[in-house]
């Protein structure tokens, strides 16, 4: 099979017709197959993928959650089951247009030293704040894990089977593909893309999520916000010495008699703080190696469509 593509979706009921005839419009001179991922839906976003199946057995299938696992789940369970040649991961929403799938499979046809194209935002369509935001955060990612995460870089890519290979052989629990992409190596050729306007159905997405994401990314790669809190802990304990030692001089050579209550009270609750800030760091930390040392599975298969099939 020369080409699998997988399509992570959750609640996408609006899109997954439309998804799916874009990609058999655009893959039609390519043989393949498309891995849908219907991540716990809760609407009837499986129903429609039964009768997409039953129509077109020969290139679907199909794996549905117990419940909703997340992104990075459903992207490992079509890498799980991918024994293609090339494999591509899209959304379902049509923000990432399946047209450029053929471009980036054309690209690694005629240059062999790459072993797969990430599709990059080119943030053309989004506000000036979100740009700002984002190229701060990858800036932050690369300059705390020293690992080279590009800019605007998506989950949108075509990658050869021994990048699929190595993405397996990482075991962790906590995953952060975006991370792990750049962390395994491997040659990458960024090719920049336009997103569109989502087709149907908002964005789940949200803010808050995105923050969350990451702290996620930052936590799993890198130890450095443990070293800043050492490093503020010392910054903090010399200049309260010092205070100590100037204090006592005052005290001692001059007879200053120094009542200090609300400054008493400042330096108590600014270094309440920081304490609490460092035991939430530390927190982080001793949380994710809680989840790993459990080794819980990171998703759990309700239903299968396809896999009886020999289409690979």
Not at 5 to 16: A, D, F, T
Not at 51 to 72: D, L, M, P, Q
Not at 108 to 133: C, G, H, I, P, R
Not at 223 to 238: E, H, M, R, Y
Request: aromatic share 12%.
């Amino acid at each position: 099979m020369k080409l699998n593509v997988i399509v992570p979706l959750y609640n996408e009921e609006g899109n997954i017709d439309a998804l799916f005839k874009s990609l058999s419009a655009s893959l039609k001179s390519v043989k393949y197959t498309i891995t849908f991922i219907d991540d716990g839906s809760t609407d009837n976003s499986y129903n429609i993928l039964s009768a997409i199946y039953s129509k077109n057995k020969s290139i679907v299938r199909v794996i549905r959650f117990s419940r909703n696992f997340g992104k990075e789940a459903a992207m490992l369970a079509g890498l799980n089951v991918s024994k293609a040649q090339y494999t591509c991961i899209i959304d379902a929403d049509l923000q990432q247009d399946p047209k450029y799938i053929m471009d980036m499979m054309k690209f690694l046809d005629e240059n062999t030293d790459y072993d797969e194209v990430a599709m990059v935002n080119d943030y053309a369509k989004e506000k000036a704040s979100q740009k700002f935001l984002k190229k701060t955060f990858y800036s932050i990612m690369e300059q705390t894990t020293g690992q080279k995460v590009q800019s605007g870089a998506s989950d949108f890519r075509l990658m050869r089977s021994g990048v699929v290979d190595a993405l397996l052989s990482i075991q962790e629990v906590n995953r952060f593909s975006k991370g792990l992409f750049s962390w395994v190596g491997f040659n990458t050729y960024y090719m920049s893309y336009s997103a569109n306007k989502r087709f149907s159905g908002a964005s789940k997405f949200n803010f808050r999520k995105q923050v969350s994401y990451a702290k996620e990314g930052l936590i799993s790669f890198s130890t450095k916000p443990l070293k800043i809190a050492t490093i503020l802990g010392t910054l903090i304990s010399s200049a309260a010495f010092l205070y100590f030692i100037v204090v006592l001089l005052q005290t001692l050579i001059y007879g200053k008699d120094i009542p200090g209550y609300a400054s008493l009270m400042c330096v108590i609750l600014f270094l309440g703080g920081i304490q609490l800030i460092v035991l939430g760091i530390i927190g982080e930390y001793i949380a994710k190696t809680y989840l790993e040392v459990k080794r819980r599975p990171i998703y759990i298969t309700k239903e299968k469509l396809g896999f009886d099939d020999d289409i690979l």
